[in-house]
């Protein structure tokens, strides 16, 4: 019986597109669901990599030696960064800590790097990234024909994206290079198709991952 009930709730979601319904399956409401998903989760950011993700950033001379033959590690970053105006630098010393976790009467010369006005204004300082534009929705691509999972109709929708307020400096070749993930990104919209999956609810269909 529970079966043939569900089955029954398939059906009458899938059948109903020319209703108008919120409920119906169709490439408009899954539509509003995805330009819903992306208006709360699609900000494009990024930040430092490896352990370098809060700021300011100090960065030893071994680091600051691997800028040209790693030019997406953290010397190659922050030098992008800078080149655009996002970030500033400064030399600075700073005390040598042995493994014991107490400082050993050195210094060692570091170099310093600070968000500036500019690279603020782009800094997002509860999740500590840097966003240069917002993802929304281009064109909804296609969908699987939904299916009952815990007692919910549920289908995964695949469409294609655009980019919205991108920032001038994300075109840059050494941020891209730096950070080759912004180049993805941008290279993909209206092109690389993204997956989201998608669930019915009382007040129509929504993404999942909202919750």
């Known amino acids: 019986m529970?079966?043939?009930?569900?089955?029954?709730a398939l059906l009458a979601a899938i059948a109903s597109v020319?209703?108008?319904?919120?409920?119906?399956?169709?490439?408009?409401?899954?539509?509003?669901?995805?330009?819903?998903?992306?208006?709360?989760?699609?900000?494009?950011?990024?930040?430092?990599?490896?352990?370098?993700?809060?700021?300011?950033?100090?960065?030893?001379?071994?680091?600051?030696?691997?800028?040209?033959?790693?030019?997406?590690g953290p010397a190659g970053q922050m030098a992008a960064l800078a080149a655009v105006g996002?970030?500033?630098?400064?030399?600075?010393?700073?005390d040598q800590i042995a493994w014991t976790g107490k400082p050993t009467g050195n210094k060692i010369k570091m170099k310093r790097y600070a968000l500036t006005d500019t690279g603020k204004k782009f800094y997002h300082e509860k999740q500590g990234v840097l966003c240069y534009g917002k993802e929304s929705l281009?064109?909804?691509?296609?969908?699987?024909?939904p299916q009952s999972l815990g007692g919910a109709l549920i289908t995964n929708v695949k469409y294609l994206y655009k980019i919205e307020?991108?920032?001038?400096?994300?075109?840059?070749?050494?941020?891209?290079?730096?950070?080759?993930?912004?180049?993805?990104?941008?290279?993909?919209?209206?092109?690389?198709?993204?997956?989201?999956?998608?669930?019915?609810?009382?007040?129509?269909?929504e993404a999942l991952g909202l919750e």
């Open 86 to 94: 996002l970030a500033s630098q400064s030399d600075i010393e700073v």
């Open 18 to 72: 020319g209703c108008g319904n919120k409920q119906d399956a169709n490439d408009k409401n899954f539509g509003v669901a995805i330009g819903q998903f992306l208006d709360k989760r699609g900000d494009l950011c990024m930040s430092p990599s490896f352990t370098h993700d809060k700021w300011p950033v100090d960065l030893s001379q071994i680091e600051l030696s691997m800028e040209k033959t790693m030019p997406s």
């Open 2 to 8: 529970k079966k043939s009930v569900i089955y029954a």
């Open 138 to 145: 281009d064109k909804v691509v296609k969908w699987d024909i």
């Open 165 to 205: 307020g991108l920032a001038d400096w994300a075109n840059n070749a050494d941020v891209q290079a730096a950070f080759p993930y912004i180049r993805t990104m941008i290279d993909g919209a209206g092109k690389q198709e993204q997956a989201q999956g998608i669930k019915l609810t009382n007040q129509g269909w």
